[in-house]
C-alpha cells in the first residue's frame, strides 16, 4: 500500500514543473496540479487503507454513526434477551405452581390417610369389645375354674389391648386436627398463588407484546440510521459484532483496547486521537476511537 501511494505521489510531482518553488510564483497550473494530486491520494488511500472514510463522510462522522447504530443494537438486543427469557419465567412459575399442588395433595392425602387410621382403630376396638361381651356371657356358662380363670385372662388381655387402642387413637385424632389445618393452608396458599401466578402471567403476556412493539420500532429506526451510514464500515461493524457478541465500537481506556482491555500501541493511540482515519484493535479486530 505505501509503495502504490509512494508511486502515484511521485509520478504528480514529476509531471509538475513548479516542483520546488513557492505556492504563491507557481499560479493556476501548480494548484490544478496539487488538487489532481490530493485526489489521487484520497483514492489511494481509500483503496489501499480501509481506516480510512470516504470522501463526504468524516471519520467523526462515521464513528459517531457506528457508535450510534451499535448503542440501538444493544438496545434490541436486551429487549430480545428479555422476550427470550419470558417462556423459561413462565415455566418456573407454573413448576413453582405445580410444587405447591403436589404439597396440597400429599397434605391432604396424609390427613386422609390418618382419619382411615382413627376408623380402623375404632373398628378394631369395637371388635375386641365385642369378644369381651362374649368371653363375660361365657362365663356363666363354664363349669370348672380353670375355664373361668381361662375367661378372666381373656377378658384382662382383651381390655388392656383396648386400652392401648383407645390411647392411639386418641393420638391419632390429635393428628389428624394438625393434619387437616396443614392441608386447610395449602389449599389457601394454592389458591392464592394460582390468583398471582394468573396475573405475573398476563403481566408477562403484556410486556412480551410492548416488546415486540418496541422492537419493531427500531427496526424501523436502524434502517433509517443505516441508509445514511457507510456501507463498507456496516458491514464490517456487524461482522465484527457477529464475531464478538458485545461491542463492535468501543473505547481507548487508558492506552488499552476497552474490548479486550490489551494493550496498545502508541501509534494506534495516536491514530485514534487524531480521528485521520479509523483504528481498529490488532488482537480482538474491534474499532476504537478516543474519548
Same mark, same amino acid.
Given at each position: 500500500?505505501?509503495?502504490?501511494?509512494?508511486?502515484?505521489?511521485?509520478?504528480?510531482?514529476?509531471?509538475?514543473?513548479?516542483?520546488?518553488?513557492?505556492?504563491?510564483?507557481?499560479?493556476?497550473?501548480?494548484?490544478?496540479?496539487?488538487?489532481?494530486?490530493?485526489?489521487?491520494?484520497?483514492?489511494? !488511500?481509500?483503496?489501499?487503507?480501509?481506516?480510512?472514510?470516504?470522501?463526504?463522510?468524516?471519520?467523526?462522522?462515521?464513528?459517531?454513526? !457506528?457508535?450510534? =447504530?451499535?448503542?440501538?443494537?444493544? /438496545?434490541?438486543?436486551?429487549? /430480545?434477551?428479555?422476550? $427470550?427469557? =419470558?417462556?423459561?419465567?413462565?415455566?418456573?412459575?407454573?413448576?413453582?405452581?405445580?410444587?405447591?399442588?403436589?404439597?396440597?395433595?400429599?397434605?391432604?392425602?396424609?390427613?386422609?390417610?390418618?382419619?382411615?387410621?382413627?376408623?380402623?382403630?375404632?373398628?378394631?376396638?369395637?371388635? !375386641?369389645?365385642?369378644?369381651?361381651?362374649?368371653?363375660?356371657?361365657?362365663?356363666?356358662?363354664?363349669? %370348672?375354674? $380353670?375355664?373361668?380363670?381361662? @375367661?378372666?385372662?381373656? =377378658?384382662?388381655?382383651?381390655?388392656?389391648?383396648? /386400652?392401648?387402642? +383407645? *390411647?392411639?387413637? @386418641?393420638?391419632?385424632?390429635?393428628?389428624?386436627?394438625?393434619?387437616?389445618?396443614?392441608?386447610?393452608?395449602?389449599?389457601?396458599?394454592?389458591?392464592?398463588?394460582? &390468583?398471582?401466578?394468573?396475573?405475573?402471567?398476563?403481566?408477562?403476556?403484556?410486556?412480551?407484546?410492548?416488546?415486540?412493539?418496541?422492537?419493531?420500532? @427500531?427496526?424501523?429506526?436502524?434502517?433509517?440510521?443505516?441508509?445514511? &451510514?457507510?456501507? $463498507?464500515?456496516?458491514?464490517?461493524? +456487524?461482522?465484527?459484532?457477529?464475531?464478538?457478541? *458485545?461491542?463492535?465500537?468501543?473505547?481507548?481506556?487508558?492506552?488499552?483496547?476497552?474490548?479486550?482491555?490489551?494493550?496498545?500501541?502508541?501509534?494506534?493511540?495516536?491514530?485514534?486521537?487524531?480521528? +485521520? %482515519? =479509523? %483504528? %481498529?484493535?490488532?488482537?480482538?479486530?474491534?474499532?476504537?476511537?478516543? /474519548?
Amino acid at each position: 500500500m505505501a509503495a502504490a501511494s509512494g508511486a502515484a505521489v511521485a509520478a504528480v510531482f514529476v509531471a509538475d514543473p513548479f516542483v520546488g518553488k513557492p505556492e504563491s510564483e507557481r499560479g493556476a497550473p501548480f494548484r490544478g496540479a496539487l488538487f489532481c494530486f490530493r485526489r489521487l491520494d484520497d483514492r489511494l !488511500l481509500r483503496a489501499y487503507d480501509p481506516g480510512v472514510a470516504r470522501r463526504g463522510a468524516p471519520v467523526s462522522q462515521t464513528m459517531d454513526q !457506528l457508535i450510534r =447504530i451499535q448503542e440501538h443494537d444493544r /438496545r434490541a438486543a436486551r429487549l /430480545r434477551r428479555e422476550r $427470550d427469557s =419470558i417462556p423459561q419465567r413462565r415455566a418456573q412459575v407454573q413448576a413453582a405452581l405445580a410444587d405447591l399442588g403436589q404439597a396440597r395433595e400429599e397434605a391432604e392425602q396424609a390427613w386422609k390417610s390418618g382419619v382411615a387410621e382413627a376408623h380402623r382403630l375404632d373398628l378394631e376396638v369395637e371388635g !375386641l369389645r365385642e369378644r369381651i361381651r362374649r368371653f363375660q356371657a361365657q362365663q356363666f356358662e363354664v363349669k %370348672s375354674n $380353670d375355664d373361668y380363670r381361662a @375367661l378372666v385372662r381373656e =377378658i384382662e388381655e382383651h381390655e388392656r389391648r383396648v /386400652r392401648e387402642l +383407645e *390411647d392411639r387413637e @386418641l393420638e391419632q385424632m390429635e393428628e389428624n386436627e394438625v393434619l387437616r389445618a396443614r392441608a386447610d393452608a395449602r389449599k389457601k396458599a394454592l389458591t392464592e398463588d394460582e &390468583a398471582a401466578v394468573r396475573e405475573e402471567e398476563a403481566a408477562m403476556d403484556l410486556r412480551a407484546a410492548r416488546i415486540e412493539e418496541e422492537l419493531e420500532a @427500531l427496526e424501523a429506526e436502524r434502517r433509517e440510521m443505516v441508509a445514511s &451510514a457507510d456501507p $463498507d464500515w456496516l458491514h464490517r461493524y +456487524e461482522r465484527i459484532l457477529d464475531h464478538v457478541g *458485545d461491542f463492535a465500537v468501543v473505547p481507548i481506556e487508558n492506552g488499552t483496547c476497552g474490548g479486550c482491555h490489551m494493550k496498545l500501541p502508541p501509534q494506534v493511540v495516536h491514530d485514534a486521537k487524531r480521528a +485521520e %482515519s =479509523i %483504528s %481498529s484493535c490488532a488482537f480482538c479486530g474491534r474499532l476504537l476511537y478516543w /474519548r
